[in-house]
């Protein structure tokens, strides 16, 4: 069973990015090396530099060839929108071809300076989501008092076919949905921290997990309590790379997380959205909510049109693609100290129950170490098996979480494409009540996607007696 919203990666020593740095301007000639520095001090391990003009396209390019962990976008800003002709798209075409460009952008509208007449904004906009798309790559999107525009022309133009980054996130929590709808990321920076409440501060706390990127655009920008104490020293207040770390302290108190997994999870979406580290070593065991995940197998008897292992190796940070599936002594290798996790909990980019053997061994041991074991599974293990293999897993998990995805039986098959065909449906609910028959603690859970009828679902599940949980499905 697939994570979903909670879930994953450890092989980052510097967990933050900065989504969104100017690096190259001339702000930083005098010490750009003490400011990546302090970046690496502060945590940062990944720094987008993002190009707003062919000059500075071209300089992000040149920085991001010096510094391993800088990578570099091409594009032209809205203020420039004027000067974006066909040459100058031909250039940015030639530019993107450096295997260090990982993004168009920045691009978009801004209505607020209207540096640049709008109609040619638009067509600056338009022709660098149609270079976006021809080259695949993802769009860094600036957005200011053109809110309405930019999803009009996101649609007109196809943008989301490459996705991307709405860069300082300029709507409330409704227009953050849209945004997610059309498969762009929300990137939040500074202004997050100048007041405790608001929209941006809403935005924060729903947008979903996996859309969210950190940011400072830097210099500007500059996050409390570094704004507030540049202006007392009367010091212009420069943003830098580190201040990321404040705005991702804000934003986790914002969503009650801790700052390490939210730091990990944004990298991850990170890493993820611009096509970078994917050579980052599979993990058998990654942390999340305090919970371990085991991700066992890559195998499983459903092909959900959901499941986030179809988009990406990478999850939040970890890549859960394996190269191997790992034996009992590697998984128990890889969990280390289960007393330090709330949960050790089966989930990862497969069905758990197609490795029983390997769940019943590992479940046993960690809870003979006094750990709390619970399995995320599709409910298909008496089909695989075909035997009833519930009383086989009480001694080796405490709780299971069932993936029960739908209503009927008709809509699970469309949803879910089960290797045992239309049957599955009800061999998930009736291994959900053996589990229940049995004393395990049960939950169902669903993915709240277009077909699922959210309400049927959950008379379902109560008539089966168990909770319910609802994720994401964007
Ligand atoms: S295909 Fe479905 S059941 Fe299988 S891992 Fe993905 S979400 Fe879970
Ligand atoms: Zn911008
Ligand atoms: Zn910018």
């Known amino acids: 069973m697939a994570p979903t919203e909670e879930g994953l990666p450890g092989p980052i020593e510097r967990p933050l990015t900065d989504s969104h740095a100017h690096l190259n301007l001339s702000d930083y000639s005098r010490d750009r090396e003490d400011v990546l520095a302090r970046a690496g001090a502060a945590g940062v391990g990944l720094i987008i530099n993002v190009g707003f003009s062919l000059t500075t396209s071209r300089e992000s390019i040149r920085l991001s060839e010096e510094f391993d962990h800088i990578y570099a976008t091409v594009g032209i800003h809205p203020h420039d929108a004027d000067k974006a002709d066909g040459r100058a798209i031909d250039s940015l075409r030639k530019l993107a071809g450096n295997d260090r460009v990982v993004a168009i952008g920045e691009t978009g509208l801004d209505y607020y300076r209207d540096l640049s007449p709008r109609e040619a904004q638009q067509d600056a906009f338009r022709s660098q989501i149609s270079l976006a798309r021809e080259l695949g790559l993802p769009l860094v999107v ?25 860069h300082c996130f300029p709507g409330d929590a409704d227009y953050a949905r849209e945004v997610v709808a059309r498969g762009f990321h929300v990137g939040i920076g500074g202004p997050v921290t100048y007041s405790r409440k608001g929209r941006l501060v809403n935005v924060a706390a729903e947008v979903a997990l996996r859309r969210l990127l950190l940011e400072t655009d830097s210099p500007w920008l500059t996050p409390e309590p570094h704004r507030g104490l540049a202006r007392k020293h009367k010091r212009r207040p420069r943003n830098e790379p580190a201040f990321v770390a404040d705005v991702a302290r804000t934003v986790a108190s914002i969503r009650g997380m801790d700052p390490a997994d939210l730091a990990r999870a944004t990298t991850g979406n990170a890493m993820k959205l611009f096509g970078i580290g994917r050579s980052i070593r599979p993990s058998i065991a990654y942390e999340m909510w305090g919970n371990l995940y085991l991700n066992i197998t890559n195998r499983c008897t ?80 008496n089909l695989i098996w075909n035997r009833n293999i519930v009383p086989e897993l009480v001694g080796s998990v405490d709780a299971v979480s069932v993936s029960l995805n739908a209503q009927d039986a008709a809509t699970y098959s469309r ?27 049960v939950t169902a859970s669903v993915v709240d996607v277009q077909e699922v009828d959210l309400t049927s679902v ?17």
């Open 415 to 441: 949803i879910c494409h089960p290797t045992f065909g239309e049957k599955t449906f009800d061999h998930v609910l009736s291994f959900i009540r053996e589990c229940r028959k049995a004393g395990l603690e």
């Open 458 to 474: 959950r008379a379902l599940a109560g008539e089966l007696g168990v909770p319910l949980k609802v994720r994401g499905g964007q």
């Open 142 to 166: 600036h957005n200011r008092d053109a809110l309405d525009d930019v999803l009009a022309i996101i649609d007109d133009e196809g943008a989301s076919e490459v996705g991307g980054v709405m």
């Open 302 to 381: 459903n092909e959900c049109d959901f499941c986030v292992r179809y988009e990406s190796d990478i999850l939040w940070g970890y890549n859960l693609r394996l190269a191997a599936e790992p034996s009992v002594d590697e998984i128990m290798q890889a969990v280390g100290e289960p007393a330090r996790y709330r949960e050790i909990v089966f989930c990862g980019y497969g069905e758990p129950t197609v490795r029983l053997d390997v769940v019943l061994e590992v479940g046993r041991r960690l809870r003979e170490s006094g750990a709390r074991v619970r399995l995320d599974t599709n409910g298909h293990g």
